[in-house]
């Protein structure tokens, strides 16, 4: 009875984010009602392993008492501070110490916001503006990859390269240029690490010069793609691409929003290639998702020549939602969590999922397994020898979504037939075990 009466009142007034809006009102929301660890249950008591870890970004799992306390402390105690007219609270200020100390190179001036997207979209408006400081204002044009995702804001998603985004809504805009990925499985040059990182720097040059240096602001990455299909680059891609930009005088940023507070290992994945970047950005396990925030992490450069580009003048950027004080104390929580034993576990547990997911080699509809640390994917095809994708009316993100449901497993599973994991830091091995279990047995009602 309730759970008609929330469908009804679903279909006529909640707006989902990425949906088919007509769709999902003949579908009908599915409810979640509670969680812990790495299970969640919904409103009719069917429970089932996350191995989404929601929209990859609880990776401090489910039910962590010490996260829900450090909220309510400080809800009761200072439920909100602005950062505006030179104020601040002392949760910000800490976390934003804290995590410079935490990130690579000399990223030491953190601007909070409330998610990714806006944390994409200050970067382009800071960018901008320290061009204008540095008396380059022409160098306003920005460079990503193909299959990126950098958000949907109004600006990053002519960033992100995935035709949803764009259909409809015109972006990108003319400042905004794309570059091949690096997409190991499907390379036109094939799979070699050398041969793919070589076509990524030429294919960057040659875009700078088409563009002209004198133009190129920025160059967008994130170190694993993420909602392009987890598409993991060589060892040294990353590098290889960062050096490009040095040489062009290109800002590099990084995008960890997914990447970040230990899904592919240490605590940022840009460290696994030894990349310092002059902006990173960040969410997600940033508050493991039990409040909004992202973090924007700028170099010293960058925010020097910001600084005293201004001089006495306001850097007009800011949200009412910045630096929340609640927020800010939920990420210094979650911090220590990591810290204090959950980067561990994801890492262990990250070396369990992989060897369970390549155990999957063997299936006939796998014709790919890649991922680094607890972000994954398994891209599944009709034909191993041709790598033919599954056909439209298989539609996987509706029908394999239902199948590993009705199996007790949440997984993303993209309409090209690629299935996204990226469950929890906190998983045991029997979670673990789990999730490799119920694939195998969705995958075999899928043949
Ligand atoms: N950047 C990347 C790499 C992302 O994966 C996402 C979201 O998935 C975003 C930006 C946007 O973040 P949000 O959804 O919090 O706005």
């Known amino acids: 009875m309730l759970a008609n009466s929330l469908i009804e009142l679903d279909r006529a007034h909640l707006v989902h984010p990425v949906a088919s809006y007509r769709g999902h009102e003949a579908m009908g929301v599915r409810v979640l009602k509670s969680a812990k660890g790495a299970t969640v249950t919904d409103d009719t008591g069917h429970s089932l392993l996350d191995g989404f870890a929601g929209l990859w970004c609880v990776n401090a799992g489910y039910g962590q008492d010490s996260i829900v306390e450090a909220a309510a402390k400080q809800l009761r105690e200072l439920p909100y501070a602005t950062g505006y007219f030179g104020l601040g609270s002392e949760p910000a200020i800490r976390l934003a110490a804290r995590l410079a100390e935490l990130a690579p190179g000399d990223l030491n001036h953190i601007y909070f916001t409330l998610g990714g997207s806006d944390a994409v979209d200050s970067t382009i408006r800071f960018i901008r503006y320290y061009n204008h400081a540095k008396g380059t204002p022409q160098k306003d044009q920005f460079i990503s990859v193909e299959y990126g995702y950098h958000g949907s804001s109004t600006a990053g998603s002519g960033l992100t390269a995935l035709s949803v985004f764009h259909a409809g809504f015109g972006v990108p805009y003319d400042w905004q240029h794309k570059i091949p990925s690096h997409y190991s499985y499907r390379n036109p040059v094939g799979s070699d690490p050398r041969a793919i990182i070589e076509a990524s720097v030429a294919a960057l040059r040659a875009k700078i010069s088409e563009v002209g240096a004198d133009r190129v602001a920025a160059f967008y990455v994130e170190p694993i793609q993420g909602s392009g299909g987890v598409l993991v680059p060589p060892a040294g891609w990353l590098k290889a ?207």
């Open 241 to 447: 691409m960062r050096a490009v930009c040095k040489e062009h005088d290109v800002l590099f940023v990084v995008d960890e929003v997914i990447t970040g507070f230990g899904r592919t290992g240490p605590l940022f994945a840009c460290e696994d290639d030894a990349v310092v970047p002059d902006l990173m950005t960040t969410a997600k396990g940033l508050t493991s998702g039990y409040v909004p925030m992202g973090a924007v992490f700028i170099s010293d450069h960058v925010y020097d020549t910001i600084a005293d580009g201004a001089g006495e003048a306001l850097v007009g950027h800011g949200y009412t939602y910045s630096a929340h004080p609640v927020s800010a104390a939920v990420a210094l929580e979650c911090l220590r969590l990591y810290e204090e034993g959950l980067l561990d576990n994801g890492r262990k547990a990250g070396k369990r999922l992989m060897e369970g997911l390549r155990s999957l080699a063997d299936h006939p509809l796998v014709g790919d397994v890649r991922g680094r640390g607890m972000l994954a994917a398994v891209e599944l095809v009709t034909d191993k020898e041709r790598k033919t994708r599954l056909p439209p009316e298989a539609d996987p993100a509706r029908r394999i979504f239902d199948r590993a449901w009705q199996n007790g497993l949440v997984i993303r599973a993209f309409a090209n037939g690629v299935l996204g994991y990226a469950p929890p830091l906190c998983c045991t091995d029997e979670d673990i075990d789990g999730i490799i279990e119920r694939t195998r047995m969705t995958l075999d009602q899928t043949l």
